[in-house]
C-alpha cells in the first residue's frame, strides 16, 4: 500500500462502511469515508464527481446503493473501476451479495477493471434486525415479512468489515472472492424467537402474502423502487438458493464466523431494542 494514502470507503456511513473507517483507523490507515454529504462527495447518480472523490487514494472499499443486483449497477462498477485504474488505486473490495445475477455481473465488470479486487459476497446481515427496518418492528412486538421456512445463514456485519479491512490492508486477499454466512442458518420465525428470548419479552412473527407486505409498504409511502427491490429480495434470494453455509470467514480471518445468537446478546446488552421511554 502507498503510505498515507487515504483508503476510500464508498457508503462510509452505512452499516459496513463506517464499521470498516472505525477499523481501519485502528490500524492507523488514513480513510476517506465518501457519501452524498461528504467533501468531496460521491454520488452514484453522479458520476462526474466520482474521479475527485477517489484522487489520491490507494485502494477503495465499495459499497453500492441501493443493491448490485439493480439495473445499471455493473455498468456503474465497470466505470468506477476504470477510473480506479487510472487514478492509480492499487486495489478495490467490493461488498456483494449472495445468489443475485446482477450482483455476480457487478462482480464480473470489477474483475475486468485491470485493478486488484476482493469481493466479499454476503449473506442477510444479523444487523439487519437492529439497524434497519426489521428494528422498529422488533421494539413493537411483531416482525411480519413473507419469508417462511426458508433458513438463512445471517452473517455479522462486524465480520464482514473485519473481512474487507484485511483485504484492503493486507497480502494474500488479491483477487480472491470470499462467500461469507453465519455458522448456522435460521428461518426468520427462528431469528426473531432467538431476540424475543433474550429480551425476555413476547415478539411474534407472523408470515405474510407478498401482496399484503407490498401494501403495507406502499401505506407506508415506500419508494416504488425500493419496494421492487424487496420484492425481489423476498421472491428471488430468498428462495432457498443462499441457505448453504461457507467457509469464507474462516478463509479470511482464520476463525470461524460468530453466531448469530452471540450477536443477539451484545445487541441487546448495547440497547439497540431498547423500549421507548
Request: proline fraction near 5%; aromatic fraction near 8%.
Amino acid at each position: 500500500m502507498t503510505s498515507n494514502s487515504p483508503i476510500a470507503i464508498v457508503g462510509g456511513r452505512g452499516k459496513t462502511g463506517r464499521r470498516v473507517d472505525v477499523l481501519l483507523k485502528v490500524k492507523g490507515c488514513t480513510t476517506r469515508p465518501l457519501s452524498r454529504s461528504t467533501i468531496p462527495a460521491f454520488d452514484w447518480d453522479w458520476p462526474e464527481g466520482w474521479a475527485e472523490a477517489l484522487e489520491g487514494a490507494s485502494a477503495a472499499y465499495v459499497t453500492f446503493q441501493s443493491d448490485l443486483a439493480v439495473p445499471g449497477a455493473a455498468e456503474a462498477i465497470a466505470e468506477l473501476g476504470r477510473l480506479a485504474q487510472e487514478k492509480g488505486l492499487e486495489r478495490i473490495v467490493l461488498l456483494s451479495g449472495r445468489g443475485e445475477p446482477g450482483a455476480e455481473r457487478a462482480e464480473e465488470a470489477l474483475k475486468g477493471c485491470g485493478v486488484a479486487w476482493t469481493i466479499v459476497r454476503a449473506s442477510w446481515f444479523n444487523q439487519n434486525f437492529s439497524e434497519s427496518f426489521l428494528r422498529e418492528s422488533i421494539v413493537a412486538g411483531e416482525v411480519a415479512l413473507p419469508a417462511g421456512e426458508v433458513r438463512e445463514p445471517f452473517v455479522d456485519a462486524n465480520e464482514i468489515a473485519e473481512v474487507a479491512v484485511a483485504a484492503l490492508t493486507d497480502e494474500g486477499h488479491a483477487n480472491r472472492l470470499y462467500e461469507l454466512t453465519g455458522p448456522r442458518a435460521l428461518t426468520f420465525a427462528e431469528a426473531v424467537e432467538g431476540i424475543s428470548r433474550e429480551l425476555g419479552r413476547p415478539i411474534r412473527y407472523t408470515q405474510l402474502s407478498l401482496q399484503a407486505f407490498r401494501a403495507g409498504l406502499e401505506e407506508m409511502a415506500v419508494p416504488a423502487e425500493m419496494i421492487a427491490l424487496l420484492e425481489q429480495l423476498f421472491t428471488e434470494t430468498l428462495d432457498g438458493r443462499n441457505s448453504g453455509l461457507t467457509r469464507g470467514v474462516e478463509e479470511a480471518l482464520g476463525r470461524p464466523p460468530r453466531d448469530f445468537a452471540e450477536y443477539v446478546r451484545t445487541a441487546a446488552a448495547d440497547g439497540a431494542w431498547s423500549m421507548p421511554r
